[in-house]
């Protein structure tokens, strides 16, 4: 049997797997709904027509029994959110406490790296950096590291949820003698790019067309035909200097603007998303990480242009930026003679400056340095 469990949360975030990575239908609610939703067992209900439950006297008991007025909810706020609290709590706020107050500050403007943590990790963003920009560049025989459908969103990309214990990032941690307990989660590890960066696409709700179905944080590395796990095929292309893609359906990247869902796939070596539609906020999230946004051309994904994600991919862009124009149309081939036409989602000049020089990070630095 094919059981779909449900979760109601009382949050400002809704993803698959947030509450639980098996729960597969999860719905945002207000905090007395969750307690309702709770209580009766089911989210298969009508609150007006049907029971919470049974009360002692056997009768049964409606939402409308236990929801309280406005003025009982009042009448709690007067009686215990007081200020005092406030006060208390704001007038030491600078004196710290003990623990945090006995901790050792390096001296020094430069930040102190500690190589041994687990938590936080010198990122490789400026390394072989130079003051000259790498200037534009196109896209040269690239694989497919991932083939999407529709709504894949930042949270897909980067879970900030519970670190598997099969996963490439519970393989690190457990290298450096990192107890299964202390795995703690990708958000709470967010300062550590060697985590965040096996923690890509290492959603186990993501859906992947190159697996044909199966549900999980894998793919098919081409060349070999292996299913292993995203970072590991990343890793592996990497390694022979091959760059990758990734195709997507409409709202790539919905959700929150969440920034590791560009750093990530930086720096597992993808130069490019084509997507029928971006979000607005991821888009320009990709672009400063030096990621090409293309978009297909209305009517058009990778379906209907028969591409199956096993085919090598080209991108015509000119080597001087200055011959680049913000939307302007960019030829893509693929190594089996295919050939379309896609939108390119530099959307001002700025964002052209920002690749030009590799992405905003460099960007800043080099203009910085300059001053």
Known sequence: MDIVAAAVL???????????P???????????????YALAGTVD?????????TGKDGKSIYLRDIWPSNEEIAEVVQSSVLPDMFKSTYEAITKGNPMWNSLSVPSGSLYSWDPSSTYIHEPPYFKG????????????DAYCLLNFGDSITTDHISPAGSIHKDSPAAKYLLER??????????GSRRGNDEVMARGTFANIRIVNKLLNGEVGPKTIHIPSGEKLYVFVAAMRYKEAGKDTIVLAGAEYGSGSSRDWAAKGPML????????KSFERIHRSNLVG????????????????????????YTIDLPSKVSEIRPGQDVTVTTDNGKSFTCTLRFDTEVELAYF????????????????
């Open 129 to 140: 950096m130079t003051m000259d920009p790498p200037g534009a560049h196109g896209v040269k």
């Open 45 to 53: 209900i009508d609150f007006d027509k049907e029971p919470i439950g």
């Open 177 to 186: 003698g990192v107890d299964r307990r202390d795995f703690n989660s990708y």
């Open 268 to 275: 597992l070596g993808v130069k490019a998303v084509i997507a």
């Open 356 to 371: 030009d020089h590799g992405g905003i990070l460099p960007y800043v630095i080099r203009n910085l340095i300059k001053e």
């Open 289 to 312: 990480m030096g990621i090409l946004p293309l978009c297909f051309k209305p009517g058009e994904d990778a379906d209907t242009l028969g591409l199956t994600g096993h085919e090598l």
């Open 10 to 20: 009382s949050g400002n975030r809704n993803f698959e797997g947030r509450v639980h």
């Open 22 to 36: 098996l729960t597969r239908a999860n719905y945002l609610a207000s905090p007395p709904l969750v307690v309702a």
